[in-house]
Nanobody, 119 residues
Framework: QVQLVESGGGLAQPGGSLGLSCLAS????????MGWHRQTPGRQRELVAT???????NYADSVKGRFTISRDNAKNSMYLQMNGLKPEDTAVYYC?????????????WGQGTQVTVSS
């Protein structure tokens, strides 16, 4: 069983910064691609950023230049540094990882952490 646990998030003012972390635990061989997604009520979950095991990152156009995704393979962790926050960044942020386990490669999701941007 693999678990993903997000931490960080909370309340920030417009223009402010927040950082998110995602820690993977359990029994697995390695973690492949990882990513952050977000969702607001009534809307589909959307991709924010992804990062390969080798560190190649991709971003949604809406967050390019403001958010930075990173990971530490030795710690089975992924991070999202969010700068220049806007009210439209308000959402529940979810960690997603493709994990190599005994039965193959499986996608896992965290429970989500709330990010609210408001003055």
């Amino acid at each position: 069983q693999v678990q993903l646990v997000e931490s960080g998030g909370g309340l920030a003012q417009p223009g402010g910064s927040l950082g998110l972390s995602c820690l993977a635990s359990g029994t697995f061989f390695s973690i492949n691609d990882m990513g952050w997604h977000r969702q607001t009520p009534g809307r589909q979950r959307e991709l924010v950023a992804t990062i390969t095991r080798g560190g190649i990152a991709n971003y949604a156009d809406s967050v390019k230049g403001r958010f930075t995704i990173s990971r530490d393979n030795a710690k089975n962790s992924m991070y999202l540094q969010m700068n220049g926050l806007k009210p439209e960044d308000t959402a529940v942020y979810y960690c997603n990882s493709n994990v190599w386990i005994a039965s193959g490669n499986v996608d896992y999701w965290g429970q989500g952490t709330q990010v609210t941007v408001s003055s």
